[in-house]
């Protein structure tokens, strides 16, 4: 599996998401009415659409970007270097612009890949649509117009663990725990990131969760890829 992946071309990625606005009693009458439109497919057992609004920060309509965390892998003689970065803030148009700016000027060319977990689900395609919303031009490793599928340089560590099957979501969690890799999920968990950011206003801690998600996701590949050289702590350096 993955014999012919070069993994120093691997951009591994994460990415945190919160509300625009962060309770459904503060939307105005208009966005109420497009939220309440929006969220009837994820209503279960009767719920109202304020109760969905919980999960708000996935839909790119009604949702923000507040981290990227980026990360590459560097052979090293007999080992793996890790190096991460991570663009934050509160300001989404400057993260967005940032990241924009180092896939243009680092990650322009056609052998580059761009890995994430769910990332074509997710990842990928909020940032797209967020950078149009901010209107920052899209990277030509992120514009998938007119692109056949197997021209689009996207990896996704869990449609590669589907083999096929799209019945399931297999959370980076549980893969994690399958290939005795360090949990991503001991600092918080994605639930968590929208009350740390709104009430707690800890945005130090959700930029050191996305970077953990980040690292498992590349230590994930090399599993699937059975290389046996592991990334080790002291071998990751995060770059400011």
């Known amino acids: 599996m993955l014999d012919n992946l070069n993994f120093d071309k691997i951009l591994f990625l994460d990415i945190e998401t919160v509300p625009l606005i962060y309770n459904y009693s503060e939307l105005n009458t208009s966005e109420k009415k497009l939220w309440d439109k929006k969220s009837i497919s994820q209503q279960r ?53 940032d990241f924009a700016e180092l896939l243009n000027k680092k990650f322009n060319r056609k052998d580059i890949l761009l890995c994430a977990h769910n990332g074509k689900e997710f990842d990928f395609p909020f940032l797209s649509r967020r950078m149009l919303v901010n209107g920052v031009k899209l990277p030509k490793v992120l514009n998938n117009a007119g692109k056949k599928p197997w021209e689009v340089n996207h990896l996704d560590t869990m449609e590669l663990w589907r083999f096929g099957d799209y019945k399931n ?8 725990h399958l290939f005795k890799i360090p949990t991503p999920k001991d600092l918080m968990d994605g639930a968590d990131v929208k009350k740390v950011y709104y009430e707690e206003k800890n945005l130090a801690k959700i930029v050191e969760y996305c970077q953990k998600d980040v690292l498992t996701v590349a230590r994930l590949l090399l599993k699937y890829a059975t290389i046996e050289d592991e990334i080790l702590e002291k071998h990751i350096t995060i770059l400011k």
Do not use: M, W
């Not at 969905?52 to 839909?59: N, Q």
């Open 169 to 176: 979501f297999t959370s980076l969690d549980l893969l994690a």
């Open 45 to 97: 057992n009767n719920e109202t659409p304020e109760q969905t609004y919980a999960k708000a920060g996935i839909f790119a309509e009604f949702a923000k970007v507040i981290c990227i965390s980026v990360g590459i892998l560097v052979k090293e003689k007999e080992h793996f270097q890790f190096r991460l970065k991570s663009f934050y803030g509160d300001d989404e148009k400057i993260i967005l612009k």
